[in-house]
T-cell receptor, first 116, second 115 residues
Framework: DTEVTQTPKHLVMGMTNKKSLKCEQHMGHRAMYWYKQKAKKPPELMFVYSYEKLSINESVPSRFSPECPNSSLLNLHLHALQPEDSALYLC???????????????FGPGTRLTVL | AQSVTQLDSQVPVFEEAPVELRCNYSSSVSVYLFWYVQYPNQGLQLLLKYLSGSTLVKGINGFEAEFNKSQTSFHLRKPSVHISDTAEYFCAVRGSYNQGGKLIFGQGTELSVKP
């Protein structure tokens, strides 16, 4: 298996809903990432997990809650979102580089989120 | 801190013409450079990468890039483009330890290939 998968592909939610995004990879990668991407803009990093531990939180509002249950799975729990949170949410992963910082990242297809 | 500048926000070109997408970076340490492509409504796909070694890097879909340390550039080229190359292209540099090693992206270049 040589890809990062994300579910669902599309999600529409109200501002009072709770939903979760799921990301999975079976390539043995030990760093996993969540990005938010608005139209015509580069991805913005939200969170980084390294060896299942949260290593970077880019000052993301608490209505976004990441979780890394195991080395293959990354979730993003959503609660009380705002319409401006509507975006493409991308997951990525990186192979280990002998304990050093990882190099390239491999991206999933994304979840298109619309908040009404 | 590392940063990336993509000099053109949009590049229109005719099919079978050559194209160059420009990328400049700023870094005071060793650089790891990447080009990603994003087709409409899809994720990012790695086109090519420079980690070390030969400054001319060949990637997928006939693209190549040249790492130029003196000019701090990493321009992407293709000798003959196809309609299917129409997409957004992002240049990125891996950040320093102080930046957590995260990817620093340029603002993107929209390549539009016309028949």
């Amino acid at each position: 298996d040589t890809e990062v998968t994300q579910t669902p592909k599309h999600l529409v939610m109200g501002m009072t809903n709770k939903k979760s995004l799921k990301c999975e990879q079976h390539m043995g990668h030990r760093a996993m990432y969540w990005y938010k991407q608005k139209a015509k803009k580069p991805p913005e990093l939200m969170f980084v997990y390294s060896y299942e531990k949260l290593s970077i939180n880019e000052s993301v509002p608490s209505r976004f809650s990441p979780e890394c249950p195991n080395s293959s799975l990354l979730n993003l729990h959503l609660h009380a979102l705002q319409p401006e949170d509507s975006a493409l949410y991308l997951c990525a992963s990186s192979p280990p580089v002998g304990g050093r910082l990882p190099h390239e990242q491999f991206f999933g297809p994304g979840t298109r989120l619309t908040v009404l | 801190a590392q940063s990336v500048t993509q000099l053109d926000s949009q590049v229109p070109v005719f099919e079978e013409a050559p194209v160059e997408l420009r990328c400049n970076y700023s870094s005071s340490v060793s650089v790891y450079l990447f080009w990603y492509v994003q087709y409409p409504n899809q994720g990012l796909q790695l086109l090519l990468k420079y980690l070390s070694g030969s400054t001319l890097v060949k990637g997928i879909n006939g693209f190549e890039a040249e790492f130029n340390k003196s000019q701090t550039s990493f321009h992407l080229r293709k000798p003959s483009v196809h309609i299917s190359d129409t997409a957004e292209y992002f240049c990125a540099v891996r950040g320093s330890y102080n930046q957590g090693g995260k990817l620093i992206f340029g603002q993107g270049t929209e390549l539009s290939v016309k028949p």
